[in-house]
């Protein structure tokens, strides 16, 4: 069974500082990888995804992450971020088998931005 | 734009009550999915459906049941509420075909106390 660890539950940073969101998923085979965020008050919407090519995908807004395969790791960066930013962000992962449409979703992780 | 409506965004039950959560999609979608919405626990997959008719269990499916008469159409249904299921219900679609390429859309969740 697949699962997803998010080992940041909150993080606070001040407006302009990097950031770096930790997820990890546990699977033995190919995966597809996203990143969903939840802005205060909002629908969960997609932030970016990663399902084969370039380990390194952009997504809206300014985000990447990088899919580390020896690390079974999918990180989310951002080089600056803003007071928006401020939302809740998860990692979600379903194994790449045609039809399937299980989607595991990491705990979350809160990121305050201080301006 | 992609709308996926829940028709409640607060419900008040009673324990013992029977709890139908309603949810129609507008865009087609083969896939609909319920989750519910914990905090330190992320995002739980209740039920899924691939197509009208069809469901599969998903990760907590005790308690709950699903009816998937109409394409557009979810629902999740709590036969006898208990107050360990007061939570935030989200509902999801999505296009059928590669999962790695079909992203899910959200609702914008129904929370739901059972006192």
């Known amino acids: 069974a697949q699962s997803v660890s998010q080992h940041n539950h909150h993080v606070i940073l001040s407006e302009a500082a990097s950031l770096e969101l930790g997820c990890n998923y546990s699977?033995?085979?190919?995966?597809?990888l996203f990143w969903y965020v939840q802005y205060p008050g909002q629908h969960l919407q997609l932030l970016l995804k990663?399902?084969?090519?370039?380990?390194l995908v952009k997504g809206i807004k300014g985000f990447e992450a990088e899919f580390i395969k020896s690390k079974f790791s999918f990180n989310l960066r951002k080089p600056s971020v803003q007071w928006s930013d401020t939302a809740e962000y998860f990692c979600?992962?379903?194994?790449?088998?045609?039809?399937?449409?299980?989607?595991?979703f990491g705990t979350g992780t809160r990121l305050t931005i201080i301006p | 734009d992609v709308k996926v409506t829940q028709s409640s965004r607060y419900l008040v039950k009673r324990t013992g009550e029977k709890v139908f959560l309603e949810c129609v999609q507008d865009?087609?979608?083969?896939?609909m999915f319920w989750y519910r919405q914990d905090p330190g626990l992320g995002l739980r997959l209740i039920y899924f459906?691939?197509?009208?008719?069809?469901?599969e269990k998903g990760d907590i499916p005790e308690g709950y049941s699903v009816s998937r008469e109409k394409k557009e159409r979810f629902s999740l249904i709590l036969e006898s509420a208990s107050t360990n299921q007061t939570s935030m219900y989200l509902c999801?679609?999505?296009?059928?075909?590669?999962?790695?390429?079909?992203?899910?859309?959200f609702g914008a969740g129904t929370r739901l106390s059972v006192l």
């Open positions: 999801a679609s999505s296009p059928g075909g590669d999962p790695g390429l079909g992203s899910k859309y």
């Open positions: 699977y033995g085979g190919t995966v597809n």
């Open positions: 990663y399902f084969s090519g370039d380990p």
């Open positions: 979600a992962v379903n194994a790449a088998n045609f039809g399937n449409e299980k989607l595991t």
């Open positions: 865009m087609d979608h083969e896939n």
């Open positions: 459906s691939y197509d009208v008719k069809m469901k």
